[in-house]
């Protein structure tokens, strides 16, 4: 199972962007080729809105 490397949470896949997303650190990883890029540094930041629709779904 994985997890996010910079606060251990939970990670949901987004099938739109494909990117595996940690709603605790507000981080969205890559997937590149099949294969998760789970470096911090890769990452990027969760805008507002996909905050605000992670709180829609109920998702933690």
């Known amino acids: 199972m ?3 490397p910079q606060s251990g949470g939970e990670l949901h ?3 739109k962007s494909n990117e595996l ?3 605790k650190s507000k981080l969205a ?3 590149e080729n099949d294969i998760p890029i789970m ?3 890769s990452a990027r930041q969760l805008k507002d809105e996909e905050l605000n629709e992670e709180d829609s779904n109920g998702k933690d």
Do not use: A, G, S, V
């Open 13 to 15: 896949y987004d099938e």
């Open 2 to 4: 994985l997890m996010c």
């Open 39 to 41: 470096l911090i540094d």
């Open 29 to 31: 990883y890559p997937i």
């Open 21 to 23: 997303i940690c709603y």
